[in-house]
């Protein structure tokens, strides 16, 4: 059986961890940019910022799965 309550508190982690993955990936994209303007190798810089969104994309997929669970609840 679902604890709806507990989903809910996940819920909210999920938006957090969300809203902070934005955020660090905005970040990363603001130093890539500073970087480029230097002359700088940008390599792995952008590889972080892949894996920021590949993270941001499991996330959000998660947070359907909790959503789900609650709809079912």
Known sequence: ??????EREYLILADRHLAEGK???????????NLTRCGHDTTE????????????????????????AIARG
């Open 23 to 33: 955020r660090r990936i905005a970040e990363q994209i603001v130093l890539i940019q």
């Open 45 to 68: 810089a952008k590889k972080l910022l892949q894996n920021f969104e590949d993270t941001l994309e499991i996330w959000h997929t998660h947070r359907g799965l909790i959503l789900d």
């Open 1 to 6: 059986m679902v604890n709806i309550q507990q």
